[in-house]
């Protein structure tokens, strides 16, 4: 987070007139949706007291009679990007070097009664993209019917969503990378929809990573596609409120969880681990969550695994009141909170499974090419396959060309991504891409 103009700052150190621009926490967890504001009231900062133990504050946005202050790490700013390089570094060290021994014995503990799988590819991204854009319709079709018969009262016709995710899981097994992609496209006008779908996705390709057997990838992929279903009982105009929530707000939109497991329980000889995974997205590792505020392993761990993949996909998708963010910046924001709000060795596994260049990501190379990834190498996940959308000066090409950057060279150079671009950068929507 740390730069020359953002500062690292205690909440009890902060003053009115300050633009906070980030907190030390996810903002789906706060009442604060549009992810940057000016503290304008004594309120705010209490507000902000109340949920964190330091923000980060842009100076440059701040309005001119705030003065000095101290930052966290007093005049240390050289300090804090050292840090912060350090947990990029990590990060990408996870992405590249596999799962550490020490994890392993944390997940062999965790699941000490499953036998875990170990899942490998069986055929190429390419080959499986037909068959998941048909997967992924069939289960968009099914989810955006189940939640609007819950809407108009009806209750949820759990055995058509078993049926609707099953061949999604398949696919993922088969080759995760082409429902990832899918997963990716998102409309602004169906959040509800393609956010149940998504996060289900990134919750079974965790599990696939973990080696989850898939009748525990069943339950996985339908309790967290059924995570929201308390919100259909929630006014629209506070689903769609750009503002700050009040507490009495935020009070009900949390409420949706409780909503959620009411309307399983009229649906009737739901499995409990689904309820469980409903029950619980919301709680986090160190006890903040809600509606219980649970800690560590007194959350079920299909729960905790549902709540990265829901945190995940919110944070890359567009929203009424927020702009999505790029998948690798997603992730690095997810490992700065392990051990906070989601258990460390969960994290390092979400990492493995979703790497920093999800398909479906758009990356600008050291060359200048904007590209979008096709599938990665489960051996180098840091250099994937890559489509080819613009020349070095960001043009469109003519006609799309893939690269994959496993071959090290080209067009005479050493290429490598050098970040990750949010949806719609250079005017490119990757929902018109299909490979």
Known sequence: MASDHVKEVLVTRLKLGMYVSALDRPWLETPYLMQGFHINSQEDIENLQALCEYVYVDIEKQKNDVGGFDVRIGTQASNKTKITSRSI???NNIVSSGRAPETQRTLERIFSNRTLVTYNDKVTAKVEMETARQVCLDLNHCVKGVLESVAKGDEIDVAKVKHAVSPMIDSVLRNPD???WLARLKNKDSYTYKHSMGASIWA???GRQIGLPKIDLMILATGTLLCDIGKLSLPESLLMKK??????????VRSHVEKGLVALSKAGNVNPKVEQIVANHHERHDGTGYPNKLKGTNIPVLARIAAIADCYDAMTSERIYAKAISPSMAVKKLFE???KDFQAELIEEFIQSVGLYPAGTLVELNTGEVAIVISES???RLRPKVLLLTD????KRDKFASFDMMDEVHEGEGVFI????SPGSYGIDPESIYY
């Open 89 to 91: 570094l990590t990060v």
């Open 178 to 180: 082409a429902c990832m």
């Open 392 to 395: 070095a000066a960001k043009q």
């Open 204 to 206: 079974v390709s965790l």
């Open 378 to 380: 489960r051996l180098r």
């Open 418 to 421: 050098q970040q990750s671009l």
């Open 243 to 252: 503002e700050r929530l009040t507490n009495e707000e935020f009070d009900e």
């Open 337 to 339: 909170w392990r051990g």
